[in-house]
């Protein structure tokens, strides 16, 4: 889950502020890399749309966004780029 980190502050017109997202899927064949590195800022009133070819990760990204999937690697308040 995207948690705002303790102090942290974001602008009213904030509503999604994701940063450096991964998630990684271990399969028989080895790992895949779903997401890497991710991040996403969106503003009250932005349109957004997701855009790419089948598998690239749209539809996981959604779905770590929703709280459905827990990213493998998501910074932590120590990280110094970190908004989470």
Do not use: W
């Not at 017109?13 to 997202?21: F, G, W």
């Amino acid at each position: 889950m995207l948690q705002l980190r303790e102090g942290a502050k974001l602008d009213n017109s904030t509503v999604i502020d994701a940063k450096n997202l991964s998630l990684t899927f271990e399969t028989n064949d080895g790992p895949v890399h779903a997401l890497q590195d991710i991040s996403l800022q969106v503003e009250k009133g932005d349109f957004v749309s997701f855009i790419g070819p089948s598998g690239c990760g749209k539809t996981t990204f959604l779905r770590v966004l929703a709280d459905l999937e827990q990213p493998t690697y998501q910074p932590q308040p120590a990280d110094p780029d970190n908004s989470f």
